[in-house]
């Protein structure tokens, strides 16, 4: 099935975004997993648990700074990632940055945020109400909103994984990559639809926040009930008309949810199996993996590991004492 325009259109900013920011991202490794396998089974790790800020974030934070002026303030809203990318961001290109975060926020990534001195405000406890604040405070005091997955240059930073798994792996049948809002599969899937069509990408949600994939499946924004999720920076709502929707439902190929028992196995793999530690996110997307048993048999598959920016107190429990 041939691309459409707004596919082509996506991973064109990719490019772009790519040759933009390059100097400043870390080249993340494709890791080979630890595990050993049969009939010509293999598993990589996209390792941007190693990207600056700790998360993928900062490719699309760097993208969408870079394509704007300096001389208009931004805002934007965060469930941490994002918002931690963001603040990085802002010191490099020098704009002026508010960020607002659900009262729910990891305390570690409060905190890094507040020390690279950006304005924080809290506001709620979901991050989808959260976001609707952070607009509201766009429009009523002249900033610019700086969507965490709504906007084409963010998406675009974000494709730039896509364009690196490309360059580093001779094969790739298989990726999967954890949703929230949908910014990061977007942006992949993009790339991949473009340059490498016969790859398959699974999108990953967590059962407890599954906004944009329950979207997907209706074929129109559903708004969906929210609790508290090990994948805390996939949680939320997705914005009304947003074009992850679209872009979603046109470059996924399967989509799988994952219940916090098996979410909690797949950072236990990363942890004891494989010997990294990932936040909820990442070990979302490694859950699938393991629960996808048939179609993964015989193929290269990559997991994309989103982040490791997890709360030392939430992670513990899941995969035993820490000293």
Same mark, same amino acid.
């Given at each position: 099935m041939t691309a459409s325009s707004a596919v082509l259109e996506?991973?064109?900013?990719?490019?772009?975004?790519?040759?933009?920011?390059?100097?400043?991202?870390?080249?993340?490794?494709?890791?080979?997993?630890?595990?050993?396998?049969?009939?010509?089974?293999?598993?990589v790790f996209k390792a941007d648990n190693f990207q600056k800020t700790g998360s993928f974030k900062f490719r699309g934070a760097m993208s969408k700074l870079t394509s704007l002026s300096t001389d208009v303030p931004a805002i934007t809203a965060s469930s941490g990632n994002h918002g931690l990318a963001l603040a990085t961001a802002a010191q490099i290109t020098g704009h002026d940055l508010t960020v607002v975060l659900p009262e729910t926020v990891a305390r570690e990534k409060l905190s890094r945020i507040k020390a690279l001195g950006v304005e924080t405000i809290?506001?709620?406890?979901?991050? @989808?109400?959260?976001?609707?604040?952070?607009?509201?405070?766009?429009?009523?005091? @002249?900033?610019i909103y700086c969507s965490p997955y709504n906007d084409p240059q963010?998406?675009?930073?974000?494709?730039?994984?896509?364009?690196?798994?490309?360059?580093?792996?001779?094969?790739?049948?298989?990726?999967?990559?954890?949703? &929230?809002?949908?910014?990061?599969?977007?942006?992949?899937?993009?790339?991949?639809k473009a340059f490498s069509p016969s790859t398959r990408l699974v999108g990953v949600s967590a059962v407890n926040s599954a906004a944009l994939a329950t979207s997907i499946r209706a074929g129109y924004n559903v708004e969906v009930t929210h609790t508290n999720t090990?994948?805390?920076?996939?949680? &939320?709502?997705?914005?009304?008309?947003?074009?992850?929707?679209?872009?979603?439902?046109?470059?996924?190929?399967?989509?799988?949810?994952?219940?916090?028992?098996?979410?909690?196995?797949?950072?236990?793999?990363?942890?004891?199996?494989?010997?990294?530690?990932?936040?909820?996110?990442?070990?979302?997307?490694?859950?699938?993996?393991?629960?996808?048993?048939?179609?993964?048999? @015989?193929?290269?598959?990559?997991?994309?590991?989103? &982040?490791?920016?997890?709360?030392?107190?939430?992670?513990?429990?899941v995969i035993g004492s820490v000293t």
């Open positions: 996506q991973a064109a900013l990719s490019v772009a975004a790519y040759r933009r920011i390059k100097r400043w991202l870390t080249l993340t490794p494709c890791i080979p997993s630890r595990l050993s396998f049969n009939n010509d089974t293999e598993l809290l506001h709620s406890n979901d991050s @989808g109400l959260a976001e609707l604040y952070a607009q509201k405070l766009a429009k009523e005091q @002249g900033k963010v998406i675009a930073g974000q494709g730039t994984i896509a364009l690196e798994m490309l360059e580093q792996l001779p094969r790739l049948d298989v990726v999967y990559v954890s949703i &929230g809002g949908g910014g990061l599969i977007s942006g992949i899937g993009a790339v991949l090990l994948a805390d920076g996939c949680a &939320g709502g997705v914005d009304e008309g947003s074009i992850t929707l679209a872009l979603g439902s046109e470059v996924i190929d399967e989509l799988i949810d994952c219940t916090e028992d098996q979410i909690a196995d797949g950072i236990r793999h990363m942890a004891w199996g494989e010997k990294m530690l990932v936040e909820g996110s990442a070990g979302l997307a490694q859950a699938a993996w393991q629960v996808d048993a048939h179609n993964r048999t @015989g193929k290269v598959s990559a997991v994309v590991l989103c &982040g490791a920016n997890f709360d030392r107190d939430r992670i513990a429990p």
